[in-house]
C-alpha cells in the first residue's frame, strides 16, 4: 500500500495547533497577511475519489452561505495535494463538549440553541440542501461578552443537495443516536425534516443530560432501531414532575415524530414554540423564586389553620388531597410525638386543675365576681386564658416542627441513586455513565449531590467526581451524565449532599444548628 505523504504546511498560514479529528484534520493557524486566527481543515488520510466530492460539496455549500448561525468559510484549495479550506475559528468549543463537562444544561441556553439553528435551517432548506448529520459535535459555540453562547452549525460533509436525494451516498456516515426514523426504513425519502428531527434528539439531550435512545455494547443495532422506529422516548411517555422541562415537552414531542410528515419541520413554527416554552419557563422559574417570600411571614397563619381544622375535621377534604402539613392523622405516631403529646395533655389537666380546683379557695363570692371578669375587656394585664392559648399554640408548634423535620429527614433516606448504564473500554476506561436519581418522596429538593467513585482493575480508587442534580421535584426521577475516566473497570456512587427547598430549608438549618449547641 502506497504511503500518502503528511504534509501540514498551507502558502500564507502559520500553522498552530491540532484541534480535533474526525474524517478530517482540523488545524488552528494564523493568516500571516491580516494577523486572523482561523481554522484548517483537510483530508490528511485518505484524498479517494469519494472523500474528494464530499469535501468539495461541503465547501461549495459552506462558501454560499452568509449566516450569522452557520460557519463561514473564507478560501477552498482543491487542487492541493492535501485539498483543504480555511474557515473561521470558532473558539468556544462544540455542545458535546458542553454537555460532557456540565451534564445538562439549563432551559435559556437550550432555547437559544434551537432558536439559533432554527435560523440557520431557515436559510439551508429553502435552497435544497439538507445537512444529513446534525448532532452536538457539528453545533459550535461562542461566548459573548454579555454571557449567552451564540451558537454555529458547521460540517456539511455529509450534507446533500436535494435534487441528489435517489441516491444513498453518505448514509453510512450519518451518527445513529441522532438519525431520523427514515434514515433507517426509507434512506431515499430524507429531507428537511429530517435535520428537524436530529434537532429534537439534541435539545432533549441538552435537557436531559441523554439521548433518548443510546446505542452501547449492550445494545444491539437491530434492538436499537426497532425503539429508533416504534417507541417513544423515555420521558415524554409518563407526565414530568420537573417544572424546568415541562414547557418543552410539546417542542420535543413535535421534533421527534416517527413519520417525517408528523414532524414538526417549519422554522417559524419551531421559533414560535421555543418562545413559548422560553417564557412558561421564566414565568414559573419566578413563581418558584417568590415563594419563599410568601411562605414565611405566615407561619403562624400556619398553626391558626391546624386550630381551624379540629373544628372541621368531618368536613374536610381526604387524607391524600390534603397538604403535608394537615397530614399527620395518617401516619402512626413515632416516639417523640408521642411524648410531646403526652406533654401537651398533662399541662392542659394542670390547668384545669388550677382553674376548677385550686383557685375557688377564697369563697363563692370571688368565684362570681370573677366570671364576669374573664369576659370583659380590661387593661388590668394578662387574662389566664391568654396564657394558656399562647402556651397551647406554641405546643402544637413545636409539634408541627418536629413532625416536619422528621418528614423531612424520611425524604432524604428515601433517594436513591444508581449507574443505569456505562461502557468499559477494552483497554480500560468508563464512559456514558447514567445517573438516575428517584425522590419518592412528596418533598421538593433545590439539590441533590453525588459522588462517583472510578476502581481500577486491582480494586484500588482511581478518582472520584461529583455530580449535581438541580430542583429534584417529588415523587420524580431524574437523569444526570456523570464525567467519563480514561482508567478504570467499575463504578459506585452514592448520595453525599443534599438542599431542601424553602422553607424546609431553614427549619432543617435550624434543627442542625440546634442540635449543634
Known sequence: MATIRFDTRFPGYEVLSELGRSNARILKARHLATGDLVAIKHFALNTDAETLRRFERESAIMTSLAHPNIVKVREVRLEAELPYLVMELVEGGSVDQLISRQGALDAPTVCRLGLQIASAFKAIHPQGIVHRDIKPENILYRSLPSGELHF???DFGVARLHEQSNTLTGQSLMTYEY????QFNDPRSVGA?????????????CLHGSVPFA???????????????????PALTVPSNDQTLSPFADVLRGLLQKKAADRLSDPDELTWLLKQAELAYLQANRTYRDRPSVVEPMKPALVSESEKKKDTVSNAAPPEARPV?????????????????????IFLGIVGLYLTVLKPKSGTRTMIEDTPIAHA???????????????????????????????AQAAADGLTVKANDYRVGFFGGIKNVQLQLSNPSPITFTSVVVKVNYYKDNGGLYKSEKVSFRNVGPNSSAIQRAPNSDRGTKLTCKIVAHQFAPPLDSLMQTASSDSIQ
Open 215 to 233: 446505542l452501547d455494547d449492550h445494545t444491539g443495532i437491530v434492538t436499537f432501531m426497532n425503539k429508533v422506529l416504534t417507541e417513544a422516548p
Open 179 to 182: 438519525a431520523s426514523p427514515e
Open 193 to 205: 425534516a429530517t435535520d428537524y428531527y436530529s434537532l429534537g434528539v439534541v435539545l432533549y439531550e
Open 325 to 345: 402539613q394537615g397530614s399527620r392523622s395518617r401516619r402512626p405516631m413515632s416516639g417523640s410525638l408521642k411524648w410531646a403529646a403526652l406533654a401537651i395533655i
Open 377 to 407: 375587656d380590661s387593661a388590668e394585664g394578662p387574662k389566664p386564658s391568654d396564657d394558656t392559648e399562647r402556651q397551647q399554640r406554641e405546643a402544637e408548634e413545636a409539634v408541627r416542627r418536629e413532625q416536619l423535620k422528621q418528614e
Open 152 to 154: 454555529l452549525l458547521t
